[in-house]
């Protein structure tokens, strides 16, 4: 997509920014164009994405896409971003709650702020979705990344407060699966000690050693929305309920992506 | 309304007490450091609020009113000095409103109260607690300033007290602590970092203050105006220069070679964001900006053009 689309798109996000292209969260365009040029290249020409269910995200309004960690990286986040972003008419941003770590890493924290991916702290879940905002969720945290390439189908347990925030602020749950990412980044090992000299929590090892992904088409397979009814402060019980509906959901859509790769090879 | 405005001199006082003269108020002013040329319906005493002198001030004078502002920051005053400023200025204040019957007191702190670090979130709200009071110790005595004022909620009951963080002011008369910062050809950054800075001009600063007073406002409030920006941009929007250098390298240089003076614990709210959500303050008394974001940056870059011959506004 020639450079000048991808600038149109960011003008048509319906997002409040200024005279200077700024939302009150610091959410820029010119970082928005650049980060998405980028993206756009990987999405399209590198990993060639497809994106199946798309029209169930909301094209306004609070909402939060919840599925699977796929890949050593945060690839999977980032392909999510860009297909709600080159997918949607008009363009969403879907902000991702990121690690702790990046923030307080170098030019890392600027990008990821001016992209309006901000640190995973319940404060700003609960304020982006109270703006109408929709939310990129992956509740294994950093236990999902950290899968090994065996494990890349599995899913490892989900947390509980995105659907106590999901029940207090009335949001829809948008479960995705995301299919590739362990294809893509096959980690053989994690190297957590060494990880955290750089200010992370590992480094993935591939068999080519770096954690740079191959040029293996990805998917992102979207479901239908799930809204529970409550007000977030229910007993454990009715909650792990509901999250295991939504991790049913996003091992279905796994399972689908799978089946639907294994008929078109 | 007889109102008492302890550190009358600071150009932010000073723009509240004219603000209260034209609405009609009567303003005494407390401060050592004297307002040459100030209005001559304006009672000034010059007295330190911590000596003899100013509490005759509340005796014989009886305010019903009282609206702090005699607190300094880190750049302006040294530790020892700052702390007796803060707090032992803070607690006369407070003492002598409760013996001497004022109804109404505002505090004027500031949105700093809650600390800048890499795990705040964006957005503070005033349920919060300080944090990253370890890395910044100099903030410690504004801090308990906040927190003393607050306190007398449930303390002084009978005295309905305001205790306002206000964000950061700009505005042509080039004051505080933004203005500062950015009053060079060049203003430093740390490489690869590019906070929000929240800022309001200071007439809205001076207005909203005004409104706490006018509303018998109650409670812990932030204050804020338009929405922040990131510092690059605050800067170019300035006509200056950004001037980003590694970490190491900016603490050394800070306070040499042209550049502002800034303790070392200050760094991190030059890495991190301040952002505070004033939308209670909003709600409870009206209050809306005039000046936004870019207008409030060009006010005090047309009274303070690069080139150094500063235009400045005279104070009121």
Redesign the interface.
């Known amino acids: 997509m020639p450079g000048d689309d991808i600038a149109a798109r960011v003008d048509r996000l319906e997002l409040p920014f200024d005279a200077r292209g700024i939302d009150p969260y610091g959410v820029s365009k010119w970082h928005l164009t650049a980060a998405f040029r980028v993206l756009g290249l990987l999405y399209k020409r590198y990993f060639h994405v497809r994106s199946v269910g798309v029209e169930h995200i909301p094209p306004r309004g609070r909402a939060m896409l919840v599925g699977n960690h796929s890949g050593g990286i945060a690839l999977d986040g980032a392909m999510v971003i860009a297909s709600c972003f080159f997918e949607m008419e008009p363009p969403r941003l879907a902000q991702g709650m990121a690690e702790k770590f990046i923030n307080r890493l170098p030019f890392a924290s600027v990008w990821a702020s001016r992209c309006g991916q901000f640190t995973g702290l319940p404060e700003h879940a609960q304020r982006l979705l109270e703006d109408g905002r929709l939310l990129l969720v992956f509740p294994e945290g950093a236990r999902g990344t950290a899968k090994l390439w065996p494990e890349r189908w599995s899913l490892v347990d989900f947390g509980t407060g995105f659907v106590r925030l999901a029940l207090r602020t009335q949001t829809p749950i948008i479960p995705f699966g995301f299919i590739g990412g362990g294809d893509a980044i096959p980690t053989i090992t994690n190297l957590y000690r060494i990880g955290k000299l750089f200010g992370m929590p590992f480094i993935p090892v591939t068999p080519w050693i770096a954690p740079l992904p191959r040029p293996i088409p990805l998917e992102v397979h979207y479901g239908a929305p799930l809204l529970f009814q409550g007000t977030g402060s229910e007993d454990d019980e009715v909650v792990q309920r509901y999250v295991e509906e939504v991790k049913s959901n996003v091992a279905a859509l796994i399972e689908k992506g799978r089946e639907s790769r294994r008929s078109a090879r | 309304m007889r109102v008492l405005i302890p550190g009358i001199a600071g150009l932010l006082a000073r723009k509240v007490a004219m603000r209260l003269l034209h609405d009609g108020h009567e303003v005494i002013g407390v401060d050592p450091r004297g307002w040459p040329g100030a209005p001559n319906e304006i009672e000034l005493h010059a007295v330190d609020i911590r000596k003899r002198g100013a509490e005759d001030v509340f005796r014989k004078r009886r305010p019903q009113a009282v609206i702090h502002m005699a607190t300094v920051s880190a750049l302006q005053v040294s530790s020892e000095e700052r702390y007796r400023i803060n707090l032992g200025g803070t607690r006369a204040v407070f003492e002598h409103c409760a013996e001497y019957g004022v109804e109404e007191l505002v505090f004027v702190g500031r949105h700093t109260y809650y600390g800048a670090g ?2 705040a ?3 503070h709200t005033e349920a919060e607690p300080p944090q990253e009071l370890g890395s910044y110790p100099e903030l410690a005595d504004l801090v308990a300033a906040d927190l003393y004022a607050a306190n007398a909620l449930w303390r002084l009951p009978k005295l309905s007290t305001a205790v306002l963080r206000v964000c950061y002011t700009l505005g042509p008369s080039g004051h505080a602590t933004l203005a500062d910062f950015l009053r060079g050809r060049f203003v430093p950054m ?5 906070p ?1 800075f929240h800022f309001m001009h200071e007439d809205d600063a001076a207005e909203a203050i005004a409104l706490a007073l006018a509303k018998k406002l109650r409670g812990v409030y932030n204050v804020a105006g338009p ?4 510092l690059s ?1 605050i800067a170019r ?1 300035a006509g200056r220069t950004p001037l980003p250098l590694p970490e190491t390298l900016l603490s050394l240089l800070l306070g040499r070679a042209g550049l502002p003076r800034l303790s070392r614990g200050a760094l991190a709210h030059i ?3 301040i952002v505070v959500d004033a939308a209670s303050f909003r709600a409870e008394t009206g209050f809306a900006h005039r000046f ?3 207008t409030t940056v060009q006010t005090f870059a047309d009274a303070f053009p690069v080139a150094g011959q500063a235009r400045a506004v005279p104070p009121p």
């Open positions: 890499p795990d979130p964006l957005y740390v490489l690869g970092f590019d929000l929405q922040p920006l990131p941009v929007e890495k991190y964001p936004d974001e870019l």
